[in-house]
């Protein structure tokens, strides 16, 4: 069957462009045939323009595998905001009681736990790089999929395209799984998050701060021009009504919210709010076709690990493609699929199980389990070995990027 693409990647958000960008730089795949296809075109923002509202927290794993790739050197003119600290602490109490929870990147001699980026230009750095790279960028939209035991087909409104493999990289609705009949366990959780950048009174001191309320996890994560980024999750209609009041109410409102840790919080931007959900999908690979990033498993975001988790499927995609052509397979080989749906299926799960976890535990008004909750706050914090645990994980070291493939071959 003659294909006009070895590698179909449908959807270019930030997993899509990172899976496109480490498949262009594996020296194995450099005869492959690699597109990508992104309807939204992409724009990387000028140096002097605000900060968008979209940003998120990448783990240290994920700043090793965009500056593998080349893309993190782009993101400077956009100042990545380094955190140091996290402090994680109930309603109940005060974030410096012995019941918070407090991570210091300098426990474990790490210049800092992660950085808060700007989406857009994480997704515009990887799309640039990769059209650097020679890889054409589709700005279509696809409408439909058949998966052939030898090729999938994919169509689009300038007509059908072949391939051995297609990366369904399309996000938490992905209409290629859908079309792939690959099915999930899921569920709104009744909630939606509230995002906006807000001035505080007194300086973040790049510590990323999480509060739990009874409806769900207030976070102000630094930004490198002294603001902080907003993201409460809440009731939907309490969501609505914080996104629609006159700035004084929403400036009391979130003050009180943050348990005035950082003083009076004026806003800074516009707000936004966005639904929550949850979703793993039954599996990760069928003929012809893996899924990556948020068409695989959307987490709640109050980890900060959704683009952090789907930068490692990319890694491991992309890896596994790579021993694939290297040892002469075809790379839309069941027996390459499997091996990495398998592996970040499991990995994914755990976290998602425990994401969902934390935020029912939280979530959970009465006073024993709150009981509960706080000491175990606090056991965390006093027991260097659970810590220690904990802090690998946010940071990716626990999981592990693995060998990040060298542009140069080297
Ligand atoms: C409030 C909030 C805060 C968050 N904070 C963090 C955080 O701090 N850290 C973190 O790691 N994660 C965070 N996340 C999660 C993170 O935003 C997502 O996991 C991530 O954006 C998913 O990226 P993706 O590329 O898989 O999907 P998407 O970003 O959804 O990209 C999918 C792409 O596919 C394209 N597409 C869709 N349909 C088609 C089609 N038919 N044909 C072709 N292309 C198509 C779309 O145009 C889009 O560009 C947060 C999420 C929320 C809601």
């Not at 969902?356 to 056991?379: K, N, Q």
Request: aromatic content about 4%; proline content about 7%.
């Amino acid at each position: 069957m003659s294909t006009d693409f070895d590698v179909l990647i449908a959807g270019g958000g930030m997993v899509g462009a990172a899976t496109a960008a480490l498949l262009s730089a594996e020296p194995a795949l450099a005869r492959a045939r690699i597109g990508l296809v992104e309807p939204r075109p992409a724009r990387f923002p000028a140096a002097g323009d605000p900060l968008d509202l979209r940003v998120s927290a990448l783990s240290r794993a994920t700043e090793q595998a965009l500056r593998a790739v080349g893309a993190w050197p782009r993101l400077a003119v956009r100042a990545p905001c380094p955190y140091e600290r996290m402090v994680v602490w109930d309603s109940a109490d005060e974030p410096d009681s012995r019941f918070a929870l407090t991570f210091d990147a300098a426990e474990l001699a790490e210049p800092n736990l992660g950085h808060i980026a700007e989406n857009l230009a994480v997704n515009a750095a990887l799309l640039e790089l990769v059209a650097e790279r020679g890889v054409p960028i589709l700005s279509e939209e696809l409408t439909g999929l058949e998966l052939r035991a030898d090729c999938a087909c994919v169509l689009t409104a300038a007509g059908e395209r072949r391939t051995r493999l297609v990366i369904a990289a399309d996000g938490a609705d992905s209409a290629l799984r859908d079309w792939a009949g690959i099915t999930g366990e899921g569920a709104a959780y009744h909630s939606r998050a509230l995002v906006t950048h807000l001035r505080p009174e007194r300086p973040h001191q790049s510590t990323a701060r999480q509060r739990f309320l009874p409806t769900g996890p207030l976070a102000l994560l630094p930004l490198s021009d002294g603001r902080v980024s907003l993201v409460w999750s809440t009731s939907p209609d309490q969501a609505r009504e914080l996104a629609a009041c006159d700035a004084a109410k929403f400036a009391a409102a979130v003050t009180a919210a943050s348990g005035q840790v950082l003083g009076q919080l004026e806003p800074a931007a516009p707000r936004a709010s966005f639904p929550l959900k949850r979703f793993q999908a039954s599996r990760y690979a069928t003929t012809r076709l893996a899924l990556v990033g948020d068409a695989a498993h959307t987490v709640h975001p109050l980890a900060g690990q959704g683009v952090n988790l789907g930068l490692l499927d990319a890694l491991l995609l992309s890896r596994t493609l790579a021993e694939a052509a290297a040892a002469g397979e075809d790379i839309g080989d069941p027996g390459a699929l499997n091996r990495y749906a398998r592996r970040r299926q499991a990995e994914n799960a755990v976290m998602g199980i425990a994401l969902d976890g934390i935020a029912r535990l939280f979530a959970d008004p009465s006073a024993p389990v709150g009981a509960a909750r706080r000491a175990g706050l606090g056991l965390v914090n006093r027991a260097p070995w659970l810590k220690g645990l904990f802090m690998r994980q946010a940071l990716g070291i626990a999981r592990g990027a693995g060998r990040v493939p060298d542009p140069a071959g080297r």
